[in-house]
């Protein structure tokens, strides 16, 4: 493996390994504040008489364990091979998936992510005809990536007029690719999980984007990916409310079928609210005493390993001490071990000290067994 790939490589699996998984409208109501429970860290805590890991242990350097061997192996040959100008490896990734949804866009992720470092392999790919479903959707997810880089973070009156002019026209391009690649095979429902990307920067009015979005269900009803981004499209600083997502990711809860982790968008719905009200805007305690419970059946009968768990498991822990669920809270802490390096503890100036309170608060306060 040459330098250059084994840099991208590197870079390709840290990114697989860390990641996460506009309208007028009415308003929503003022829910009523939630409390945390306060209290210091108390002295003399020690972790293992919680069935905890000590506190010298704690890893801020990531959300979960580490990819095992054999797998990170078969991932740095596919990446080192589409680096170097082949395709036929993506190809055969993505059929290996058969129709299971969600395992094939959580390939076609990593192959954009490939892709964004280096792409005459796919350009290659697209030209071969094989899998042509695949490779123009990783064509279009690249293009809607490269929309989002061009815009940037910024609120919407604050990005340069060329820049807007550029994300604009990437979206347009992904859209164009998304619908040959819909063409190309019917029942896929990766295409439109693109296209419910990017309705919200087109953007889409709400009755044109649930046109899109029956699309999508009527050939996944329960897609990963496609929930999180109509979650997007429907939180206020799109085309919804604060109400509307909150509906739409507590609907995926009551729905999701059993082992998948669709029940973790409600948590990233109250990372939502949290981050644009603080807790008051979170629901009331009583309201996530009654969900937060169900999350945290689902995520228990998700398979393991599963890049997602330990990423949703940091905020159910959080958002459990919110609701004052301290033994909820504390059950995911035990499943987490020594990984601390995700949010809300890595928006903190110190993760591991924020983990670490966290879980005294919660083994101190939980009911004795």
Request: net charge neutral.
């Amino acid at each position: 493996m040459t330098p250059a790939l084994v840099f991208g490589t590197v870079l390709l699996l840290s990114l697989l390994t860390r990641r996460r998984w506009s309208g007028g409208t009415v308003p929503a109501p003022v829910p009523a504040p939630a409390q945390p429970p306060v209290a210091p860290t108390p002295d003399g805590f020690d972790p293992r008489q919680y069935g905890l890991v000590p506190s010298a242990e704690l890893d801020p350097g990531r959300a979960g364990p580490p990819l095992a061997l054999l797998r990170r192996k078969e991932l740095e040959a596919l990446a080192d091979s589409c680096l170097a100008g082949g395709w036929r490896a993506a190809a055969a990734y993505v059929v290996a998936a058969g129709e299971d949804w969600d395992e094939r866009w959580s390939r076609l992720d990593f192959l954009t992510r490939v892709a964004a470092e280096r792409d005459e392999w796919l350009t290659a790919w697209r030209e071969s005809g094989t899998e042509a479903c695949a490779a123009t959707t990783v064509y279009a997810r690249l293009l809607v990536q490269r929309a989002w880089e061009a815009r940037g973070s910024a609120l919407a009156h604050q990005v340069p007029a060329g820049h807007l002019t550029a994300f604009k026209s990437l979206l347009a391009e992904a859209n164009t690719a998304a619908r040959e690649a819909a063409v190309l095979d019917p029942r896929d429902p990766g295409p439109w999980a693109v296209l419910v990307t990017t309705a919200r920067g087109v953007p889409l009015s709400n009755r044109r984007f649930r046109a899109l979005w029956q699309e999508l269900t009527a050939r996944a009803p329960h897609h990963v990916g496609g929930h999180w981004q109509a979650m997007q499209y429907w939180c206020a600083k799109w085309h919804g409310s604060d109400a509307q997502m909150l509906r739409f990711a507590e609907q995926a809860v009551r729905t999701a079928p059993a082992g998948s982790v669709l029940p973790g968008l409600y948590l990233q719905a109250l990372t939502e609210l949290e981050q644009r009200h603080g807790l008051y805007g979170l629901p009331d305690a009583g309201r996530l005493g009654e969900l937060l419970p169900a999350v945290a059946s689902a995520l228990d009968a998700v398979p393991t390993p599963h890049d997602q768990l330990p990423l949703l498991r940091h905020l159910l822990a959080h958002f459990a001490l919110v609701a004052r669920q301290p033994a909820l809270a504390l059950e995911q802490f035990r499943l987490l071990g020594p990984w601390c390096g995700a949010h809300p503890w890595t928006s903190t100036s110190h993760p591991v000290r924020a983990f670490d309170h966290a879980r005294a608060v919660a083994a101190t306060h939980a009911p004795a067994a």
